[in-house]
């Protein structure tokens, strides 16, 4: 049973959190310093880019979380500190401030940044920041959640509980950003806290496995970030049996995880850049899972159907149009689409052919906030879902002029 | 020596072209009728979609160019015919047309279709324009570019001499939609036709050749249509000595088509649906024609680095950002990116760092209508060319209502 519950990253046991602005980013009202502590070691377990540039303070976070623990998540957003010549150094330097402020290890600290690519961060701001940063330490996930915003326009948190063995546990999370395939200006950045105690391989496979059916699965623009981070960490407070294998309570955990990342998902895609719309597209009746993820990416990925979601124009034909370049192995002839809202749900294409139907409905259902283009490729056994948003004049607008 | 001249499908000895509006479109002043004859049967090469969604024009053309030869193209605008249950019959029943109102064995016609998908396509309209359109046969080669267009706001015609074993031969083309990777509204279509003598066999292999760096590397939208369709005509009619191996007549011929197909290009990028820059990524350096191919292509395609261009915003971090997730196997801190115009040139990255440059000239030379980012990869010896436009406010215009 996984119930919703307020609060992010200090609901479950052992998490603090703040946020302030310290002069990375121009804007005084703009928060731009997030610290997440942790009262003892966590376990912990990160996914990163694919990106081969990499951020620097990825680099360092990989060397910091090699054993599998930490004890503190610092990011700064307004800067990606990535492609700079002293990239690592600076990030090196905002661990060893946590250090000096917190006593928590430098070495057990995960960091990571997020803004323009390429302009040198300077460690002034940051280390100007500090003492009002770690003093305000707290049930603040909320002002962390907000310093990590770039052109986020709502702050993402949520929390729920679960059990493990009978034992009530607690997950929580904070994220921003647009995609793990999303604008390099707005990273991907997922921070995930929870009192359950795991051990690090474990996690690391619970986390491994749960970004395939959920970072993977949501693109704004399909451009990868630098940067994007989700970090997961466990205090082990809760008082449940530590997870050391596989079994029942791996697999409640991993349900209480997706739950969380899912939950995440939806929210980041319809705070996409300029969206106005949330896209679900899911695909069931493929031949393997990869073809079920493939066609499930490339309709919410496809700028015609983003434009015609926009235009709540019912264009059936970019859908079957993406699913014929995904790259999926499926028979086309057999291809059923449907789009759905809280406005109800109309089939448009039966067996890879247009049916009647009624323009007026499908603009109707097409007008709400969040469209659902259910896909029935077939046969097969293999489902998927995938989430996007609409491509607007604003996306347009935000990047064509963003560094400026 | 390659020569450009006037004209189009019809310069080269031995093809008459016409174009007329038939009523698929509602707009009468919107041609939307297009037909190519030779006075002989020529050797015929197509490339087609590799969307697994395919028109049904594309169907019977297969079919009708198996054997190497066609005598005449027939195409519409205004609707793609593509996912219609009676999509072959009527693509059949267009051959039928050319041979009742021509002479031409239907058999040995090219057939194809652009415009919206899913919507059935009446033979009506297009049996009752075949008069006008076959009366009006003849050095008409811009009627026939006009008849083909969909949202292309200019024409797309050219023709060039060139000389085989010192005989002089000339080949054109017309042209029309916004890449072999493109809206599928907007399909890409390109006839060619030639009086140079070259068996079935050599012209397919040189076609086959070409599009792998002139039409696969065009990319408006990353929207890869289902009905692009690429078709070259050599009538023979030149009196050179037929080709019919490798050789030095041959790469006489494949350099004529390159320069061809590459113009199209160009003209077809800078005329992307909302496009207000042509944008050209050249890369050298890499380690094989793959890495270099993926490399251009995915710069060219991302939607970031296409609105920074609209914002004419020198945001490099972009073009590193989609090098690095291209596929390629790239050192990241082996690149150096330059962008250039008619306006000057200027470095933006060295070793895959920023380095100091004046915004003010970036600003510069990204306002003119045709820039190039040149990307340096390193010590290799492969390069690659992709051509591709800016993302514009009227991108989304375009295709958040395109069926009303």
Redesign the interface.
């Known amino acids: 049973m996984i119930q919703q519950i307020a609060g992010g990253v200090c609901a479950p046991k052992g998490f603090r959190a703040n946020g302030v602005h310290c002069g990375i980013r121009k804007n005084k009202v703009k928060k731009d310093l997030a610290l997440i502590v942790a009262d003892k070691r966590c376990a912990t377990a990160c996914a990163y880019t694919?990106?081969?540039?990499?951020g620097a303070p990825i680099l360092v976070t990989k060397k910091n979380v090699a054993d599998g623990y930490a004890q503190a998540v610092i990011v700064n957003s307004g800067n990606?500190n990535?492609?700079?010549?002293n990239g690592v150094e600076i990030a090196e330097a905002m661990c060893a401030l946590v250090e000096r402020y917190t006593g928590i290890p430098k070495g057990d600290v995960v960091v990571a940044s997020t803004g323009?690519?390429?302009?040198?961060l300077s460690i002034d701001p940051i280390a100007a920041g500090m003492e009002e940063l770690t003093k305000g330490l707290g049930d603040n996930s909320i002002a962390a959640a907000e310093a990590i915003m770039t052109t986020d326009t709502v702050k993402k948190e949520i929390a729920f509980t679960f059990t493990l063995g009978g034992v009530p546990c607690t997950i929580g999370a904070i994220a921003k950003g647009v995609g793990m395939i999303c604008?390099?200006?707005a990273t991907l950045l997922m921070f995930v806290t929870t009192d359950a105690a795991i051990s690090p391989a474990m996690l690391q496979k619970a986390v491994s496995a749960d970004v395939k059916t959920s970072l993977n699965m949501l693109s704004v623009?399909?451009?990868?970030?630098?940067n994007d981070t989700l970090c997961v960490m466990a205090s082990g407070l809760a008082g449940n049996r530590e997870i050391v294998s596989d079994g029942a309570d791996l697999r409640a955990f991993r349900r209480a995880l997706h739950t969380v990342t899912s939950a995440l998902c939806r929210m980041l895609a319809a705070d996409g850049e300029g969206a106005t719309k949330l896209i679900e597209c899911r695909v069931r009746g493929a031949k393997s899972q990869k073809d079920a993820n493939l066609a499930a990416k490339s309709v919410i990925g496809?700028?015609?159907v983003k434009?015609?979601m926009?235009?709540a124009?019912a264009?059936?034909?970019?859908v079957?149009?993406?699913?014929?370049?995904s790259g999926a192995d499926?028979n086309?002839d057999a291809i059923d689409v449907a789009f759905s809202s809280a406005a109800g749900s109309i089939v448009v294409?039966k067996d890879?052919?247009?049916i009647g139907f009624s323009e007026e409905d499908a603009k109707r259902i097409l007008s709400e906030k969040e469209i659902v283009i259910d896909v029935s490729a077939g046969g097969g056994r293999y489902k998927a879902t995938a989430w996007g948003c609409d491509?607007?004049?604003d996306?347009?607008?935000?990047?064509?002029?963003?560094?400026?």
């Open positions: 694919r990106n081969l540039v990499k990606a990535t492609c700079n010549a323009v690519i390429g302009q040198q604008p390099n200006m623009d399909a451009d990868t970030s630098t496809s700028n015609l434009a015609a926009f235009g124009d264009n059936w034909g970019r079957l149009c993406a699913l014929g370049y499926l086309v294409c890879g052919r247009g491509l607007t004049y996306y347009v607008k935000i990047n064509g002029d963003y560094r400026t």
